[in-house]
């Protein structure tokens, strides 16, 4: 089934609204191009981005993407002349590319709202989420409306703490966002699956060049044998202890009320004071969360949340999905994305990044919804 | 309106195809001489040749202009999204055989797998700058195996022919392409990956499931699938 949009006058008229909320918030209002540069996104996203996004060229400036969301642009336009601390909201179309699900929308509109404020960060991780909850609260009763959080900073500090080498963090770090390839390592590094035997050959070899080829390509030889250093060392790490194993998949799988998972949580930091500050940060999160009148006791948080689909996103994750319907995407979600600025960051004279937590609205599938209530 | 069949309009792929139907009775071949692309059809009523590029099959059966069409697996899959609802794997011909597969210098003695790829990919980053360089014309269909690894920090450059070249001449750092016997890799110095096999692919009859067929073209197809020994 093809996608039918509800009337845009109406949806655009609503987006309208969202916005005027978040100016009267105290947010700028920035626009962005339709248009922008592949080759940002790309370094950013990687090729996986190519499947979500519509890319176009000219041969004057190249590959063109259709804006698959603002925080990019809005990103880059902070760190070219804004100063701290600043807040932005925005509204405009996105395109995605749906080639699984026909029945999901390929343009439609986003109404977001930033805060780049490093005085409170948990203060202002609250007023995002509150914010958005404010917006979508016309629909909690009509369709009954399902807020999930999470936060990744949490699994970060773990695996910071973990007893090994620098380089096995930096791995497990890198691949946070992808579940499966970061079990894979944890196993491996606990050794509970074989170290791979291709590389213990190799390791065991005099001359581990003996029948390598010539000496083609960017990647040099010396490239090649750093990273053979590299291998022998971690042959020669120890294994992570079984109990902080143990520790870090418990983590994973904390999902329950946000003061129960608290606790719980607590309880794993007797045992794993890396997260201690960490979990500090979520108390002081839920605090301020209560201030903005969030009922904290009902609200579900989730360790392994936005693991899957919020690269870079290193903080406070949210969503608010319609309840009994996983083929809907999330009304409102967003969250802190300190490392995608950190990213962006390097390329523009400012590695340390700068402290960012943001939320987007769908009014396109507010108005369908009501619609249908 | 007749049975419309795609067939690759020239080389090994397009007598081989001869060949295959010819041995079951049905004689396709060009109409007139050696460079016209018209076809003609013996031994079965309301069946039509169209004469068409290899490459270009998978689009036409998707827009369902060809109700059938002869071409490589590779191309149906990169070129097709939710390809097994767009058309139908009637049959492998047995020829045409050639695997997808990832290759890396054979300097790499570091890199045997996947996994190994992933990091060096990831130091090759740190160290350049910018993101490993594949060279492949397969986008979708490497895109989608990298992802199901879990092989991040690369990026793919289009590469339409000699891609075993790009290596050397420093446009990328890897290849993913197809090979039938790997000579052509082993003498440009690359090796493949022993995780590295993302598809194997052979000529294959392929039905699209959206072309519109009238009375008598369904009484065809029928009697075609009849003819081929597919039923």
């Known amino acids: ?373 | 309106m007749s049975l419309k069949l795609g067939v690759p309009s020239k080389g090994r792929l397009m007598e081989k195809t001869f060949d295959w139907f010819g041995s079951r009775g049905i004689t396709l071949g060009r109409a007139g001489g050696d460079r016209e692309y018209a076809g003609k059809v013996e031994g079965i009523d309301g069946v039509e040749l169209v004469l068409l590029s290899a490459g270009e099959i998978p689009r036409e059966l998707n827009a369902g202009r060809i109700h059938l069409g002869v071409t490589g697996t590779d191309l149906v899959r990169e070129k097709l999204g939710q390809w097994e609802q767009r058309v139908e794997e009637l049959a492998e011909l047995g020829f045409g055989h050639a695997d997808l597969i990832i290759a890396v210098p054979q300097l790499w003695v570091d890199v045997e797998t996947l996994d190994d790829l992933d990091e060096a990919a990831a130091v090759f980053r740190r160290r350049h700058g910018f993101r490993l360089r594949i060279a492949t014309k397969y986008h979708r269909l490497i895109r989608d195996f990298m992802k199901s690894h879990g092989v991040a920090d690369y990026q793919l450059v289009d590469s339409q022919g000699a891609t075993e070249g790009t290596v050397k001449n420093e446009t990328a750092e890897a290849v993913a392409d197809i090979t039938s016997t790997g000579e052509t890799l082993r003498a440009n110095h690359l090796k493949i990956l022993g995780d590295g096999l993302v598809l194997k692919s052979q000529a294959t009859l392929f039905r699209s499931r959206t072309a519109p067929m009238a009375e008598e073209d369904r009484a065809a197809m029928a009697q075609l699938i009849r003819r081929l020994d597919l039923d």
């Open chain 1, 1 to 373: 089934m093809a996608y039918s949009p509800p009337d845009r006058a109406r949806v655009k008229a609503r987006a309208a609204d969202l916005r005027a909320g978040f100016e009267a918030a105290g947010a700028a209002v920035v626009e962005a191009p339709v248009l922008l540069s592949a080759e940002a996104l790309l370094d950013l996203y990687g090729e996986d981005l190519r499947a979500r996004a519509y890319t176009t060229s000219d041969a004057l400036r190249g590959e063109q993407m259709l804006r698959p969301d603002f925080t990019v642009p809005v990103v880059q336009m902070h760190m070219a002349g804004g100063a701290e601390p600043a807040r932005y909201t925005y509204s405009g179309e996105v395109f995605r590319r749906q080639e699984e699900d026909e029945a999901r929308a390929n343009e439609y509109l986003q109404v977001g709202f930033e805060i780049f404020d490093g005085s409170d960060t948990e203060a202002a991780d609250a007023e995002v989420f509150a914010r958005m909850r404010d917006a979508v609260e016309p629909l909690r009763e009509k369709v009954g409306l399902r807020a999930t959080t999470g936060d990744i900073g949490i699994l970060r500090a773990a695996v910071e703490g973990l007893s090994t080498s620098d380089a096995r963090k930096r791995a497990l770090r890198r691949h946070l966002w992808r579940p499966a390839r970061f079990k894979q390592l944890l196993d491996r590094f606990a050794g509970r699956t074989p170290f791979p035997p291709s590389r213990l050959a190799l390791l065991e070899k005099s001359d581990p060049f003996a029948e390598a080829g010539p000496e083609i390509g960017l990647r040099d030889r010396a490239e090649i044998e750093s990273r053979l250093e590299a291998l022998r060392a971690d042959a020669a790490e120890t294994p992570i202890p079984a109990a902080e194993i143990e520790l870090i998949e418990g983590l994973l799988q904390v999902r329950e009320t946000l003061p129960n998972a608290l606790e719980h949580m607590r309880d794993i930091a007797v045992d794993l004071p890396a997260i201690s500050d960490a979990v500090e940060r979520l108390k002081r999160r839920a605090a301020a969360l209560a201030r903005h009148g969030v009922n904290v006791e009902a609200l579900e948080f989730e360790a392994s949340y936005g693991r899957t689909h919020m690269e870079y996103y290193d903080g406070f994750v949210f969503g608010f999905v319609v309840a009994g319907r996983p083929d809907l995407p999330a009304i409102a979600s967003g969250g802190r994305y300190d490392a995608l600025t950190r990213e962006l960051g390097r390329g523009a004279g400012k590695p340390e990044g700068i402290p960012a937590v943001g939320g987007i609205l769908r009014p396109g599938l507010m108005v369908e919804l009501e619609d249908a209530a």
